[in-house]
């Protein structure tokens, strides 16, 4: 049984936009941290967002600041990650994450995440 199902993955020019999803299908009696993980070939896996279901307080590293927006919609417990002038060096296969509790701010680790997706692939031309 899928605990984590994503979609929105895709192919798009540099400055393009693009909306990955994620239902989560685990934690249902308790608040959780949900975030995405991306990994470009070669590279080592990296932290990219992650929002707490309980206020919806986010946090994003440095490099995707002011350009991709992490949302969550309790009703249907689908989470987003908007992102929007996309550059090549945004090509990876993204991973949508989740845990229970409160997230871990200040550092986006994969240590801090039990339940990861099948990853969506983002592809970046110049």
């Known amino acids: 049984e899928e605990q984590l199902v994503e979609s929105g993955g895709g192919s798009v020019q540099a400055g393009g936009s693009l909306r990955l999803s994620c239902v989560v299908y685990?934690?249902?009696?308790?608040?959780?941290?949900t975030g995405w993980f991306r990994q470009a070939p070669g590279k080592e896996r990296e932290g990219v967002a992650q929002l707490w279901s309980y206020n919806n307080q986010t946090e994003y590293v440095d490099s995707v600041k002011a350009r991709f927006t992490i949302s969550h919609d309790s009703a249907t417990r689908t989470q987003y990650l908007l992102m929007n002038n996309l550059e090549p060096e945004d090509t990876a296969v993204y991973y949508c994450v989740a845990d229970s509790g409160s997230c871990r701010w200040g550092v986006i680790r994969t240590q801090d995440f039990h339940t990861w997706g099948h990853g969506t692939q983002v592809t970046v031309s110049s």
């Open positions: 685990e934690y249902i009696y308790s608040s959780y941290c």
